[in-house]
């Protein structure tokens, strides 16, 4: 096949771009790998995932052009060698899909990719048209996880998804909320129908789901992926300044994102967290909370009372 030069260029620039930031997280790479990534079984099958994953809302919604891109090849690629396998997205996510596409294209060594993408839509045909749009965007053959969007249209996207599972054409079956809302109505959905996963906000900042949802999804033996585990951000605000408690030495912690993403993770009902970032040292840090110790409960609570001390 003949390779146009402009094409031979990107391909160039991105290689300099992806090889210097390997360089910079090489040896931090080597500590890591030392130790086995902490992963969860799927309760549906029994499959296993690494407990920290990637989002893509604002991060990815870039031009899906070289310059905008090249950053985030070396961002994509910290992810895959530090362990993750978990990339979540969504049609409403702006160009984040192409721009994964465009991503996993200059990744090598992505073979343990979990994709997992949302219906977002109205209407069962526009939907079926969505989900193969974003299929094409990301160039897989199909996809591990399709979630309902913040539960628009549940009941009607449901059942295209039911078939498209009996089909072989998906494998696992979600749905989503975020911002701590609509929490009755995913409850209602949870105790009603069968899904095989689930999406929802849980932070240091709002923990109310450990009242009603995350024993449900327990109970109803649902895998539970976190969103916004940063609450926007807003965690990094509060310690701006604070250095990290002693204490979380014993959880192998070496900064604020793996204090908060650990005590996530460590909950019994919680498969994996999906932190969004576009910036490779953010990465890293996001990485780490896939190594060593995790908090059992009575060093989760000393781990709220730390955070609400602030």
Request: hydrophobic share 45%; glycine share 6%.
């Amino acid at each position: 096949m003949k390779i146009h030069r402009s094409d031979r260029t990107r391909r160039r620039f991105l290689g300099l771009i992806a090889a210097a930031a390997a360089a910079h997280i090489a040896p931090r790479i080597a500590t890591a790998e030392a130790r086995p990534p902490i992963k969860r079984s799927i309760p549906a099958s029994g499959e296993r995932v690494p407990v920290i994953g990637v989002g893509s809302w604002i991060t990815f919604n870039v031009p899906p052009e070289p310059a905008a891109e090249a950053p985030l090849v070396a961002v994509m690629r910290a992810f895959f060698e530090r362990g993750g396998a978990m990339i979540d997205s969504s049609p409403m996510y702006g160009n984040s899909e192409a721009v994964i596409g465009g991503l996993l294209k200059q990744t090598p060594n992505h073979d343990r990719l979990f994709s997992a993408t949302k219906i977002w839509t109205v209407g069962k045909a526009i939907g079926r048209w969505q989900l193969e749009q974003s299929r094409r965007l990301w160039g897989v053959e199909r996809f591990d996880l399709v979630h309902i969007h913040n539960m628009l249209q549940w009941e009607t996207h449901l059942e295209t998804l039911k078939e498209l599972k009996a089909a072989g054409k998906v494998r696992y079956i979600g749905i989503t909320t975020s911002h701590g809302a609509r929490h009755e109505q995913m409850m209602h959905a949870l105790s009603k129908e069968t899904f095989d996963f689930v999406q929802f906000t849980y932070n240091f900042a709002d923990r109310s789901v450990e009242q009603r949802l995350l024993p449900l999804a327990a109970e109803r033996r649902i895998a539970v992926v976190i969103n916004r585990p940063f609450d926007g951000g807003n965690l990094f605000s509060a310690v701006a300044g604070k250095p990290l408690p002693e204490f979380a030495r014993e959880l192998d912690c070496e900064n604020w994102a793996q204090f908060f993403l650990k005590f996530i993770v460590s909950h019994p009902a919680v498969t994996c967290a999906i932190p969004a970032t576009s910036k490779v040292e953010h990465m890293v840090e996001n990485m780490g909370a896939l190594y060593g110790r995790l908090p059992e409960a009575e060093m989760r609570r000393r781990m709220v009372r730390e955070i609400q001390a602030l």
